[in-house]
């Protein structure tokens, strides 16, 4: 089989989440970057990329690395990359995306029509043609330039790997699935133990820490843009990675998953979305306000995303909302609580500074992923007669 540079970008600051993730897929890393991890895998490692990964936005196909300043040398650079390996000769290919960080050219327009007419030059050599009908399956290329270093791929996913199938309805301000996961692997909770989220919204976090416990593949239900490349992955792979998830799934394990939100409506979109993901019997939604939470047991770990306060008339709320989440955290006994939001004075109201804290992006909005860590429970005694 050939073998494949594969880019994998994620959100900024979450790289070390994904490398992890690409680790225990059983593939090699090549390169960490801000925002994108590179590692080296065959047609079933785009397969099986696609369909396990959590924490990554999408899984590209790297043709090319070069420098280039100047239009002409990103046109010539281009031009010189093996393109028809990648690209039949019905291809539909334009340039996606792209992105400039720091370099001398940064006009994304001009970026896209100099890629696009140098890839086509190159076709036009290798397959003699003049003209291309472009009525085959879709391959849009994502150019990155950061300072001044060209990275040209081919996108096989399509839809973001955040699109898992399962929320067609979300509340305000939701929280992109990738996203949710990557912060729920940032914590040491395991399907064993206690997890709630009492701003819950359309169930985001309960529902991906829920698919990590029965190990349901994020990718499962959904379909992926290289599922028509017949000249480089055979349908065969598709079928055998998606074959390995099902085998994989387990609806049997045990959780204690918890989700509340004040508004009723939202409790019943995130009860439809947990359907859609199948694991609708691994939750327990109720309308709850965060004043009124409340566990009996110990170790368990709140993981939430709270109002941010962006619209200003929410502003006021703010400091009573943040105090009552710290009223609630001191309430619970030998708990963790890890909390995503970018209000400033979050930890002023909750009356206590968090253990850890991580700047993350949330789309354009700057947050906080405050990390208020609990003492571990003890170890379980071991069965007799066992090693």
């Not at 390169?31 to 994108?36: A, M, T």
């Not at 086509?120 to 003699?128: A, L």
Request: hydrophobic share 40%; charged share 30%.
């Amino acid at each position: 089989m050939k073998t494949y540079e594969l880019v994998a970008p994620c959100h900024f600051g979450l790289e070390a989440v994904l490398k992890k993730e690409i680790y225990d897929l059983g593939y090699e890393i090549t390169l960490v970057e801000d925002g994108r991890v590179t590692f080296i895998g065959d047609e079933e490692a785009i397969c099986r990329a696609n369909m396990f990964l959590r924490t990554a936005e999408r899984v590209l196909i790297q043709v090319g690395r070069f420098h280039a300043t100047t239009f002409d040398e990103l046109f010539e650079a281009t031009k010189s990359l093996p393109w028809e390996e990648f690209l039949p000769k019905d291809a539909r290919f334009w340039v996606k995306k792209a992105s400039s960080i720091k370099s001398k050219l940064f006009s994304s327009s001009d970026i896209q029509s100099i890629v696009k007419k140098a890839v086509v030059e190159r076709m036009k050599s290798h397959y003699h043609v003049e003209w291309f009908d472009e009525n085959g399956a879709e391959y849009p290329l994502r150019v990155f330039l950061m300072k001044d270093e060209v990275t040209m791929t081919i996108d096989t996913t399509g839809d973001s790997l955040h699109k898992r199938g399962y929320r067609t309805m979300a509340g305000k301000a939701p929280l992109s699935e990738t996203l949710a996961a990557s912060l729920i692997m940032l914590t040491p909770w395991h399907a064993d133990r206690i997890l709630v989220d009492p701003f819950c919204g359309s169930g985001t976090f309960p529902i991906e820490a829920a698919m990590m416990a029965a190990n349901i593949a994020p990718g499962m239900n959904r379909e992926f843009l290289s599922m028509e490349w017949n000249n480089l992955i055979p349908k065969k792979v598709w079928y055998e990675a998606n074959e390995e998830a099902h085998d994989l799934v387990d609806l049997s394990v045990e959780t204690y998953i918890q989700g509340y939100d004040i508004d009723e409506d939202v409790i019943a979109i995130a009860r439809d979305n947990a359907q859609r993901a199948g694991v609708e019997k691994l939750i327990h939604f109720q309308r709850r306000p965060v004043s009124e939470l409340r566990h009996p047991k110990k170790y368990g770990f709140i993981i939430t995303n709270p109002p941010y306060g962006e619209r200003l008339e929410e502003k006021k709320d703010l400091p009573l909302l943040y105090q009552q989440i710290g009223e609630a955290y001191e309430r619970l006994d030998a708990w963790s609580m890890y909390l995503i939001t970018s209000y400033e004075d979050a930890q002023r109201y909750i009356g206590k500074k968090a253990d850890k804290n991580r700047k993350l992006y949330n789309g354009m909005i700057k947050t906080y992923y405050y990390q208020y860590l609990g003492p571990k429970p003890p170890r379980r005694p071991r069965a007799p007669g066992s090693n």
